[in-house]
């Protein structure tokens, strides 16, 4: 994999939460990944231009706890999109936890896939904190949700997409069905990034993290996998959430791995379609069956990032791999991109946590 120029991905560190205070440190940066974003596909501006207003409409009647950071970031943007965005997450990934080959605490390996364009020159790892602490989230200028993160000493955590229905072989058809089903969602719904926000921001342990997580009275607006690691060897999980329905696996003293497949058979839903370069020759499930056993497969020794990714595992979705342990502290994380022209992104950045206090850049 090339790696001609690889950045820094910068670390800022933030006395709050609040989405909005993170903008306020990277604007050029937030003002550029909007640019970038919207460089994806042609018909991506037509869909923020019809869904902004509704995306805001959404959270607003869910009383999303999030909306007032939204609208000071909708605002700042001067353009549609700020709510549009607050409202997806990716697209598909591969996650597994197992206890650290080093020998502490438990170890998170987690790659994360997004059809976006320019993520991965984009990423920041924002240090955050709530009223339970401090924790880091690696995440995008003006994305008021958690998709990784890691609170030392508390636990980590990563989102996978559940699945779902599945209409159209096209991405982007499907992403508006999403939308669409969305519109359905309970009054108290929330996206499964918001719920991963909260227990970060509250939860004091893994234990209280997954008890929250597997709350049914607090559906999700969105099928999703959450899989968390905490700070003893043995503490790992993944929490299976569409609607109100909840099912947990626990990780024990073995790998746990997932994919964007659901675990436990009785759910409903389809995995999802695999990257383009896939769709031919593989057929979801199968795709979403390779994944997961590539990514517990790492978890046999020491993990070089993507350099130790072979495919489907590494696919042209790739934005973002994370290595972390909450016992330890330790976060490394690697970014990719794509040329235009390539199959397979490269690694465009790089960061780590832990090893040195965190700087504000």
Request: net charge positive.
């Amino acid at each position: 994999m090339a790696t001609d120029r690889v950045a820094d991905i910068p670390l800022i560190a933030l006395d709050t939460s609040d989405s909005f205070a993170l903008v306020k440190h990277t604007w050029p940066m937030t003002h550029a990944l909007m640019a970038d974003v919207l460089k994806t596909h042609w018909a991506l501006p037509v869909a923020v231009t019809l869904g902004d207003g509704l995306s805001r409409r959404w959270l607003k009647r869910r009383n999303n706890p999030y909306l007032p950071e939204i609208e000071r970031i909708a605002s700042a943007l001067g353009r549609r999109g700020g709510y549009f965005f607050n409202i997806v997450y990716e697209w598909g990934c591969s996650t597994s936890v197992a206890p650290d080959p080093a020998g502490v605490g438990a170890r998170m390996l987690r790659v994360l896939d997004w059809e976006l364009r320019d993520m991965g020159h984009h990423t920041v790892i924002a240090q955050q904190r709530g009223p339970a602490g401090p924790y880091y989230n690696v995440t995008w200028p003006g994305y008021s949700g958690v998709v990784t993160g890691m609170a030392p000493g508390r636990f980590a955590a990563a989102i996978n997409q559940g699945p779902r229905h599945i209409a159209f072989r096209n991405f982007w058809l499907n992403e508006a069905a999403a939308r669409f089903a969305m519109l359905r969602a309970p009054r108290n719904a929330i996206p499964a990034t918001h719920l991963l926000r909260r227990a970060f921001e509250t939860a004091p342990d893994f234990s209280a993290a997954v008890t929250q997580l597997m709350d049914t009275n607090q559906p999700v607006a969105t099928p999703a996998l959450f899989v968390l690691s905490g700070v003893r060897p043995d503490e790992g999980a993944i929490v299976e959430a569409t609607g109100r329905e909840r099912r947990c696996a626990r990780m024990g003293a073995d790998v746990l791995g997932v994919a964007n497949a659901w675990l436990s058979k009785d759910l409903e839903g389809a995995a999802l379609p695999p990257a383009h370069e896939w769709q031919d020759k593989v057929t979801a499930d199968e795709d979403s069956a390779r994944r997961r056993a590539g990514i517990c497969a790492l978890q046999r020794g020491a993990f070089a990032g993507a350099a130790s990714l072979a495919p489907p595992v590494l696919n042209s979705r790739t934005v973002c791999v994370a290595e972390m342990n909450a016992a330890t502290g330790h976060m490394a994380v690697e970014t990719l991109d794509r040329n235009d022209g390539d199959v397979l992104p490269r690694v465009v950045a790089r960061g780590r946590v832990g090893d040195a206090k965190a700087e504000s850049r």
